[in-house]
């Protein structure tokens, strides 16, 4: 199991945990939240006499609801007086100042909204951004309410980072091996010069908790001993500090607030404080809707395992579609997980044409094999989510999606079908059959999807538009489209 994994230097990191406690209780007050259908953001059905969508009447759906926060200090009699003048100054007693920013902001997310369901209420032609750079409809759900919704974020969002927390466990993160991702967007706010970072709070649409929970299992944890607690508590003292210092978080219940973790125990370690838990953006790898994963606000991050900081060389420039890929499919990965049992159990070794293996032999490479194959296998292991997924995108290779309950990224406005295959964990048997029913004209269409999508799965240094660390920045702003602070 991954998340077992980590294990040393516990000694640099209990400094910081250490100093993070406070003795004041977070001000959590009272708040009526009203949750309603205002926007439906994501749904094809008029809501108010409102179009909104990103989605055709064809597709799937699901709706995003916009909660409204409507606050009411009530906070109990035994609160310490430190504890209610956070609550007063954090939404009764505001300064003026700080309500006219609100409202400003406010007012510019509802022009925003109103210029994107305008867009989505077009035919969703293919956007042409400039030269040949085409957004088509058939990798988005809608092209053009997608394409303006990025531009209304180029142009509007602004993220202020928290500057509270010590290094190593806040302001830095792994940028090589499995929780790439993790690290590489926690760099990029905290050094990259990128136009969505802000140093003025009031003027931040959403507030960022820069710590990481792949560096708390490496300094904080016991080794085997798989007791989260020490996370937990680190992710309650941080909450309480940012909660006590500045009043954003009280302002909305922590609903414009985010976190970011691509290892297996961040939704475990975000549990370290309710409101964060269910009420806060937790982008998470481990996107497993039954156990807590709320894709009304959470977001699904790409799990990239970068061997030495870089994408392997040979899966930079993948073979040209006329050159023929002789296997069906491929897979090589340990036991791990309910899943990856059933898929050896029925294909190691079993069938020329499906090459699974448990361990690669010697004599072959993992990435040669994916190029030669037409589809990758990709099942999960103890945790949903796969970087052989990102890794069979880089390849041109057909994902296999073999999970159950897992968000895929960026699903809110990608049509995984256009790219992916997704097949149920009770037709493992029937694997061979499925792919082979994939028509030449159906794969060649999938490849293509393969090609078009592929830039939005890459870390860039410096960032580009439409890269991985912008389409994670678009799924929050989605969320916080949907966040209707009264």
Known sequence: MKSGGGGGGGGGGGGVICSLSIGLVSAVFGASITVVFLLGYFSHKPINGV???????????????????????????????????SSEFSSKFKPAGTRRAGNKLEQGLARARAAILKAASGTSPSIIIKNNDILSPAIYRNPTAFYQSYKEMERRFKVYVYQEGELPIVHDGPCK??????????HEMEHGNNRFKTSNAQAAHVYFMPFSVTWMVKYLYKPNTYNVTPLKEFVSDYVKLISTKHPFWNRTQGADH????????????????????NTSIRVLCNANSSE??????????????????IVNPKL????????????????AGGIHGPIRPILLKHWRGKDTDLHVYEYLPKDQDYYDAMLRSKFCLCPSGYEVASPRIVEAIYAECIPVILSDHYVLPFSDVLRWEAFSIQVDVSEIPRLKEILVAVSEDEYLRLKEGLRAVRRHFILNQPVKRFDMFHM???????RRLN????
């Open 483 to 486: 966040l209707k602070v009264g």
């Open 51 to 85: 179009l909104a969508s990103f989605y055709t009447p064809s597709q799937p759906q699901f709706n995003i609801p916009i909660v409204e926060l409507l606050a009411h200090t009530r906070p109990p009699d035994h609160e310490s007086r430190a504890h209610l003048l």
């Open 258 to 277: 985010f976190m970011l973790t691509c290892h297996d125990w961040g939704p475990k370690a975000s549990q370290g404080n309710a409101i964060l838990y």
């Open 292 to 309: 807590g994963f709320d894709p009304t606000k959470d977001v699904s991050l790409p799990e990239i395992h970068l061997y030495g900081g």
């Open 472 to 478: 994670i920045l678009h799924s929050v702003w989605l």
């Open 177 to 186: 091996d499995i929780y790439s991702s993790e690290g590489r967007f926690i």
């Open 316 to 331: 930079i420039s993948p073979p040209p579609s006329n050159i023929s890929r002789p296997d069906l499919a491929f897979f």
